[in-house]
């Protein structure tokens, strides 16, 4: 089969196709835009976090008001028959300002009026508002954070998977292509048998085996075409499965990746726990202190606790000094209004206040079922989070045990490999030297590619089963790969 397109994922892949190692897919992984997705939700609770801290920090609303100002003049006049004194301001000329015709006629002579004011409130105590609200924040942040953690490994489990099914694939092809070699070799043979049945000379040399071409089956020829039937049509299985493990860490990798990259392992080898298979105690413990989802449960109860304590503040005002400043001015009013304390005039003017304030909303039965609301949801987060621990310690327990079964599985399969493919060769030294049966001979290749299927399926499901137990502790537990790259073992030839 030639080689395929570097963009497209069916076939061989092109000689000078990029390579990259299983850790470096892996790191191209973790950029994708499902982590990068992560990243952000963690950055903008962060900024959340950041408000909730600085909340004690006050603000200030202002308001700024420009417009025509009137032109007002103002006398003092003395109430008969008393020493007190009192401010007329009127229009000078009498003109009506209370008109739209009079306002009118005395805007170009009225100037400007320009008013501005502030008001401020400093929190002095709230009873525990500011606080809870900002351990909500702080117990969001933990919980982005561990979700990101969470998307991480699940990143790296589907890489290792695809990484693996495409190194089965790839030998399920390497085998199939062995035992198509097998078959070509017997079909050689079988037509040159059955063409010295047919007439073809003698052999010259009597090798003691007899009359070969006589016992030929001519069905044989027949036997041989169905197996290679078969292995076409599991080729392009495997191709098939090849090709979609290779567009899956295509696209796991992301854009960010060398385009129509392929993987720089050869062959399929058993990953190795770093330092060994150790008890299944030692790797609940790890998963109660690695795994995310463990973090997530007991931080949702930390997030809960903190909104019952709010809901309980609620209960409580909030105190705090509130500062209140006002300041007016119109250019063509009479300068010389009266400006005196606790007197507000409407032209000219500059206020202060300031004073100790209450907030305090009288809304108690809300109050009690936001309380006894938020009571039950961290009992429901409570119980969440023995539920996860329950069920975490039973996912470690299965991936454990799977990866108990498969490792036996690897030995296992490999024997029997070994052993079937020692009964191929001897197969095969009869039906080249003659008196063999092809017939025997293909069930034993059929036996052989069914064995050393089995074996590297138990490799694959090994190196799966280890990364499923590295994802349920949330911690590595694969030891590095050695640089020196492994070599195939040689297929079984004809003598």
Not at 55 to 64: D, I, Q
Not at 260 to 274: A, C, K, R, S, Y
Not at 349 to 367: E, P, V
Not at 488 to 493: D, L, Y
Request: charged share 25%; glycine share 6%; proline share 6%.
């Amino acid at each position: 089969m030639p080689p395929a397109a570097p963009d497209d994922s069916y076939g061989p892949r092109p000689p000078d196709a990029p390579k990259l190692s299983r850790d470096q897919i892996v790191q191209y992984a973790l950029q994708n835009p499902y982590v990068k997705a992560a990243d952000a939700e963690l950055e903008a609770m962060q900024q959340t976090l950041l408000r909730a801290k600085f909340a004690w920090v006050p603000s200030v609303s202002t308001t700024l008001a420009l417009a025509p100002g009137v032109n007002i003049e103002c006398n003092d006049v003395a109430l008969q028959g008393t020493t007190e004194t009192f401010q007329l301001c009127r229009p000078p000329g009498g003109e009506d300002i209370y008109t739209i015709a009079g306002y009118l006629r005395q805007l170009p002579r009225a100037g400007v009026l320009v008013r501005f004011s502030f008001d401020m409130v400093i929190p002095v105590y709230t009873f525990g508002k500011l606080k809870n609200v900002r351990n909500m924040a702080e117990a969001g942040v933990a919980l982005r954070t561990l979700d990101r953690e969470r998307i991480r490994q699940e990143t790296v489990l589907r890489t290792y998977q695809a990484h693996a099914t495409l190194l089965l694939a790839r030998e399920s092809i390497a085998l199939l292509e062995e035992i198509w070699k097998a078959t070509t070799e017997a079909r050689a043979v079988i037509e040159k048998d059955l063409g010295g049945a047919d007439g073809d000379d003698d052999d010259d040399d009597d090798d003691g085996w007899g009359d070969a071409e006589s016992s030929r089956d001519p069905a044989d020829l027949t036997r041989l075409e169905l197996v290679e039937l078969e292995l076409a049509a599991r080729m392009l299985e495997a191709r098939e499965i090849e090709s979609v493990s290779l567009s899956t860490l295509w696209a796991l990798a992301g854009e960010t990746a060398p385009p129509g990259f392929d993987i720089g392992e050869p062959l399929l080898e058993q990953d190795q726990l770093d330092g060994g298979l150790r008890p299944v105690a030692f790797y609940r413990e790890l998963s109660a202190q690695k795994r995310p989802e463990a973090g997530m449960a007991t931080q949702n109860v930390e997030l809960r606790r903190a909104a019952e304590r709010l809901a309980r503040s609620s209960f409580l005002p909030d105190l705090g000094v509130i500062i209140s400043g006002k300041f007016a001015y119109m250019s063509a009013a009479d300068p010389e209004v009266k400006s005196e304390i606790y007197y507000s005039p409407n032209y000219n003017y500059t206020l202060l206040f300031l004073a100790l304030g209450m907030n305090w909303k009288l809304d108690f039965h809300n109050y009690t079922w936001n309380l006894r609301k938020a009571r039950a949801e961290r009992k429901a987060a409570e119980h969440r989070r023995d539920a996860a621990n329950a069920l975490l310690a039973l996912e470690v327990d299965r991936a454990y045990r799977r990866l108990q079964r498969v490792r036996r599985d690897v030995d296992l399969t490999s024997q029997a490999s070994k052993k079937a493919r020692k009964i191929v060769v001897q197969l095969q030294v009869r039906e080249t030297v003659g008196g063999g049966d092809f017939k025997k001979l293909g069930d034993a290749l059929k036996e052989y590619a069914e064995w050393r299927f089995k074996y590297f399926q138990a490799l694959y499901l090994h190196n799966v089963a280890t990364a499923e137990l590295s994802r349920a502790v949330g911690a590595n537990i694969t030891a590095p790969v050695k640089s020196a790259p492994p070599k195939r073992p040689e297929s079984p030839k004809t003598p």
